[in-house]
């Protein structure tokens, strides 16, 4: 299995979370990770695409959101596209799945929206088939930390993607 691992990241913690991703499947499969404002149009030969950003106001983030981040300091905020508009910009196909991750701070646990099932929502609208429910990643604070247990809860998740 071929799979490609795109993340948008703006304080480093969902780039940890995609490594994390990454290294799971990667004992069973053949993996690339991405920054998504580096990432290309989908590669023929890719079995799997894995698709993860920060949520932003109940969503994936946009350019005043990253605008937003960048004001409060945010290392990585700059530069476009985000996670939406890479998905926008991907052609319509029918033979790719997807799996969709996101990052959110822990005391927003059960708050509506979620950058994940956003992405799912846009890459259906592109005739990728989900290949999984979307899953979160937990940070205690806005710029992080990851949670305790995140990144063995990512390596994990990984590896139960490599087996769908």
């Known amino acids: 299995m071929r799979a490609l691992v795109v993340f948008e990241s703006l304080w480093g913690n969902t780039e940890q979370v995609a490594r994390a991703v990454a290294a799971g499947l990667g004992e069973s499969a053949e993996v690339e990770v991405v920054d998504v404002r580096e990432a290309p149009a989908l590669p023929d030969g890719v079995d799997l695409v894995v698709a993860g950003g920060p ?5 994936m ?43 959110r701070v822990t005391k927003v646990h059960r708050l509506p929206g979620s950058a994940a099932r956003s992405a799912a929502r846009s890459a259906r609208k592109h005739g990728y088939a989900v290949a999984t429910e979307p899953t979160s990643f937990y940070v205690d604070d806005t710029a992080g930390p990851l949670a305790d247990g995140e990144l063995e809860r990512a390596t994990a998740w990984g590896r139960e993607l490599a087996r769908l």
Do not use: M, N, Y
Not at 55 to 59: I, K, P, V
Not at 72 to 92: D, Y
């Open 55 to 59: 949520t932003h106001a109940f969503s």
């Open 61 to 103: 983030t946009r350019a005043s959101t990253r605008a937003d981040a960048v004001k409060q300091g945010a290392p990585h905020g700059t530069g476009e596209p985000g996670l939406r508009e890479w998905l926008e910009a991907q052609p319509r196909t029918g033979h790719h799945r997807i799996a969709t991750f996101d990052t």
